[in-house]
């Protein structure tokens, strides 16, 4: 294999490329892309194959004859293996095993007789793009890196779209730039020789959900555990968030068995009701070997900290931004202790609990274990007796259903309980966001829902899904915010071997009213002591996102000063100033307005970081 070409590189977990087909026309286009900081890796002519940035911990390579391949991630593959892969390869579509058996979470890129296969992970956590830039098309594992090359300017259509509350499948999926196209993370982009001809080819589906909760669980531990070594099996020291709630703790406790010295990090939260203090301290007694730091609540930042001083590179709008700071407040502390990767539980609520929509299923096709089941959900989320008919009878397909909602988009927010047992949240806007965004986000559900498929036909299914993908485009991005910072971030549950274990085993089992997460908490008896696996509660932090919202008025009332959303006439800035002087208003409750502000402090990033550029007009 082609060495690597000198250059500063960048840390671990911030791996980020494009690729090209083995041409002299694609090469030409490549030189477009190698600025100072990226590396090249080349085809055997010498031409570009990846250009962009990664660490040499984060890839794996291997040629033989025409075939090459590279894995770029977390992956406990070494070069030998993935060179025997390349030398059995005749088929870009039997590499659709091969990437539904290894675990981590990583990119897979192979290049067969001049054609090029490019995937990221069902997860959605590492996503690909592609573009034609001068008739050559160039995947990447980022938008904005397409939308520099081609001097696009965002699309003032999907900033509408954008300002959605929920953004709905598959609307989130569209880049925010015409001319990009986006890769479904169960798809493969397929590059043919010549460059300039692509398709997309699915390589994942989920599991049918056969599995009982007796023979899953012991699937569950291995895939977590083998998740988790995957970031430990070189030892160092490695931290791992230690909220005392089941998914924090079983990382902590796989992590412990491993190579790695393990630093827990516990942030208490400032409400005196909040109880992760005290499960954590539980956790720890059976912890001997484990540095256990214990964070002050009242220097942690508050949600709404730094809007304003936000400049990372971001290829979409993320309500993650809210929570940025108090992401990445401890991790100079925990480099401090030698922390080479900071793990988090976040995932275990996604993948380990299940949407209650299977019910709607299972109604039907089990009705008297479904309404035992129904009466507990009844009485644990208060959902009323009529509410809960109209939802287990609204039979609209998932089409319908979206066109319906393109209409009601000033309605007031959905009952829980049809959102619990329908095919999700339906999207809102609010009061600040003007007529002419609210007819650009009309049109494009209307066009979308015309084809629309849900993401599995069983809503249940479709709504795990959704979740699921709606959690990792957060965490693509705070990956990237903590790479910068010096401590990249992981978060094994998100795993696509971790993802398939809990789906494949029966909904009925895994959504109970009667029990708290029963399939961890079987996965993990034996690892976990007993006592720890009892919590049945998490801390909300409602507290502090309320205090938050006070303490950074003057913020909130800055960033609306000289908006970019209001002067593209998408909301109205008198409106969010007058909201940002009463924070304490009822119309604040539920993060409605966190797709407001992630779309401003999206735009305003882009101008601070690549200057000002007019966004697309829509038709």
Excluded at 194 to 209: A, N, Q, Y
Excluded at 426 to 441: G, S
């Amino acid at each position: 294999m082609t060495e690597l070409h000198e250059s500063a590189g960048t840390g671990p977990g911030d791996a980020h490329f494009t690729v090209f087909t083995d041409r002299a026309d694609a090469a030409a286009v490549a030189r477009s892309f190698a600025h100072p900081g990226t590396r090249v890796l080349d085809h055997a002519s010498g031409r570009p194959w990846l250009v962009g940035q990664w660490d040499d911990q984060e890839i794996v390579t291997a040629r033989v004859g025409h075939t090459a391949l590279a894995v770029i991630g977390c992956c406990p593959i070494d070069a030998a293996e993935l060179e025997r892969h390349a030398g059995r390869l005749r088929d870009l579509a039997e590499l659709d095993a091969l990437a539904r058996s290894l675990p981590g979470s990583f990119h897979l890129v192979a290049t067969l007789d001049g054609r090029l296969r490019v995937q990221g992970t069902a997860s959605g956590l590492r996503l690909v793009f592609h573009a034609p830039v001068d008739g050559i098309h160039v995947a990447a594992t980022r938008a904005d890196v397409l939308a520099a090359a081609l001097g696009a300017a965002p699309d003032e259509e999907q900033l509408a779209v954008r300002l959605l509350w929920p953004v709905p499948h598959p609307l989130a999926e569209s880049p925010m730039w015409r001319g990009i196209t986006s890769v479904s993370p169960h798809d493969a982009l397929i590059v043919a020789a010549d460059g300039r001809t692509v398709r997309h080819s699915r390589w994942w589906t989920p599991p049918e959900p056969v599995r009982t909760l007796k023979d899953g669980a012991p699937l569950v531990r291995e895939a977590l555990a083998t998740a988790v070594d995957a970031r430990t099996r070189t030892g160092g020291v490695v931290s791992c968030d230690l909220s005392g709630g089941l998914d924090s703790t079983s990382i902590c406790f796989l992590a412990d068995r491993s190579p790695a010295r393990v630093v827990a990090s516990t942030w208490p939260g400032r409400d005196p009701a909040d109880t992760d203090l005290y499960w954590a301290e539980q956790a720890v007694r059976s912890l001997p070997d484990v540095e256990h730091v214990v964070w002050d609540a009242d220097a942690s930042p508050l949600v709404y900290t730094d809007l304003l001083g936000i400049d990372d590179l971001l290829d979409e709008p993320t309500i993650g931004v809210m929570d940025r700071s108090r992401v990445l407040h401890h991790l100079p502390g925990l480099a401090e202790r030698g922390s080479r990767l900071h793990m988090t539980g976040i995932g275990g609520d996604h993948v380990a609990w299940c949407s209650e929509a299977y019910y709607h299923r299972l109604a039907r096709t089990r009705p008297l274990f479904a309404l035992r089941q129904l009466r507990g959900f009844r009485a644990l989320w208060q959902w009323p007796l009529g509410g809960t008919a109209r939802a287990l009878a609204d039979s609209r397909p998932y089409g319908k259903w979206l066109a319906d909602s393109s209409s009601r988009l000033r309605d007031p927010l959905s009952a829980t309980v049809s959102t619990s047992l329908g095919w999700g949240m339906p999207p809102r806007l609010f009061d600040w966001v003007t007529p002419e965004a609210e007819r650009a986000a009309q049109r494009v559900l209307r066009e979308a829902a015309a084809n629309a498929v849900p993401s599995h036909p069983d809503r249940g299914l479709h709504a795990d899904l959704d979740q699921i993908r709606s959690c990792t485009r957060i965490i693509r991005q705070w990956d990237r915010m903590a790479a910068r910072a010096g401590v990249p971030m992981a978060s094994p549950f998100l795993d696509d071997r971790v993802i398939e274990a809990c789906l494949a085993v029966r909904p009925s089992e895994r959504v109970t009213p009667w029990q708290y997460k029963p399939l961890l908490t079987a996965a993990m008896s034996g690892i976990v002591p007993d006592e720890c696996l009892r919590r049945t509660n998490k801390a909300a932090a409602s507290m502090d996102a309320a205090n938050g919202l006070r303490e950074h008025r003057a913020d909130l009332l800055a960033l609306w000063e000289g908006s970019r959303l209001a002067q593209l006439g998408l909301v109205d800035a008198d409106a969010l100033r007058r909201l940002a002087q009463r924070p304490a208003t009822p119309e604040l409750r539920d993060a409605v307005l966190y797709s407001t502000i992630a779309a401003e402090v999206w735009l305003r990033g882009l101008d601070r970081t690549s200057g000002p550029k007019a966004p697309i007009a829509s038709p």
